[in-house]
């Protein structure tokens, strides 16, 4: 089986990747506690899909050891199909896309230094080596926050899985069988789904036809100034300015972009900082000059921020692809 090499420049921990996931509604992973990180996705090119278990070497002086994984490649086909023999051009395709998805592409040799913040030395102190762990494309993010508006996290989960599980394409890897999300062209089959909107069929047609044409391809996003990335997301039907920046954050794996539109983690700053609670009026620009001090990690401050949040979330949560409804809507931070 093909395999490639990932080396963290900074710290990382894929131990803290696998329990972030096993909390995050989103990606409906369950461990199987042998320290293996399985993964199914559509691959950046849009039409195969990956299979992937992911290891982290143990280094005997406790450094950060090398990520290594193994893959396979398949036809982008709804069901099942004998994996493509990878040549030799696939690996260093998948090797981009999974450093993307847990954070590796970017160097972190100074993100320790953050930690002359207070706050961040204590958020990494509670999540040793936890980088953000990103949707596997930008595709697949605005897919979530399509299929999650106004949604509870546990209903659009269980809604995603369904769709994955009967128009995606199932794998096996590493003793494991999952069931990747649909490719666009297996997405545009959809006509029904128990639960899903004829609003939201059509926007996610709608993405499906978008996908193809680079605007959500993530160094296009990445390399772009972040206000045109985000208005250029809000073009997409269905998606505004809260899920434009889950996809350029969480999707396109962008790690410097303050979330102004996330008022948990708005919250979370004023609870970390003791500052006063925020109200809906506040201007956020004030707020985000606290985040300047995260620079250039400020995504990934606003992730710990959003982690920390969750461990005692409000009941009923809504899902992160969706910002709080008008009646149950949290108060927009004080900056």
Request: with cysteine.
């Amino acid at each position: 089986m093909p395999a490639v090499a990932l080396t963290p420049a900074g710290p990382f921990s894929l131990a803290s990747a696998i329990r972030f996931l096993e909390g995050f509604g989103p990606a409906n992973y369950h461990d199987t506690a042998d320290g293996i990180l399985r993964l199914a996705f559509p691959a950046d090119d849009g039409v195969s899909v990956v299979a992937a278990a992911v290891r982290q070497e143990v280094r005997a002086d406790g450094g950060t050891g090398t990520v290594r994984a193994e893959f396979t490649v398949h036809p982008g086909t709804p069901h099942p199909a004998k994996a493509v023999t990878a040549e030799a051009a696939a690996g260093p395709a998948v090797r981009a896309q999974l450093a993307r998805i847990l954070s590796l592409d970017v160097d972190a040799t100074g993100f320790p230094g953050l930690a002359a913040d207070p706050v961040v030395a204590g958020l990494t102190a509670e999540h040793p080596g936890l980088r953000p762990v990103c949707f596997h494309s930008p595709y697949e993010a605005a897919a979530w926050a399509i299929i999650g508006n106004r949604l509870r996290m546990t209903q659009a989960a269980a809604l995603k899985a369904r769709i994955a599980q009967q128009h995606g394409h199932r794998v096996h890897i590493a003793g494991r069988t999952l069931h990747a999300f649909p490719t666009p062209a297996a997405l545009r089959t959809l006509t029904h789904v128990p639960g899903l909107t004829d609003i939201k069929i059509q926007r996610l047609h709608a993405l499906a036809e978008a996908a193809p044409d680079g605007t959500l391809d993530a160094s296009h996003l990445r390399a772009l100034p972040t206000d045109h990335a985000l208005a250029e997301l809000r073009t997409l039907p269905g998606i505004g300015p809260f899920s434009a920046e889950l996809i350029l954050i969480r999707g396109a794996g962008h790690p410097d972009v303050f979330p102004r539109h996330e008022p948990r983690v708005h919250q979370a700053v004023a609870t970390a900082y003791g500052l006063t609670a925020p109200t809906a009026d506040d201007d956020v620009t004030q707020w985000a000059k606290i985040a300047d001090r995260w620079r250039p990690y400020r995504s990934w401050v606003a992730s710990l921020l959003r982690v920390r949040a969750q461990d005692t979330p409000p009941a009923g949560p809504l899902c992160h692809g969706s910002p709080p409804s008008p009646s149950r809507r949290l108060p927009h931070a004080r900056k």
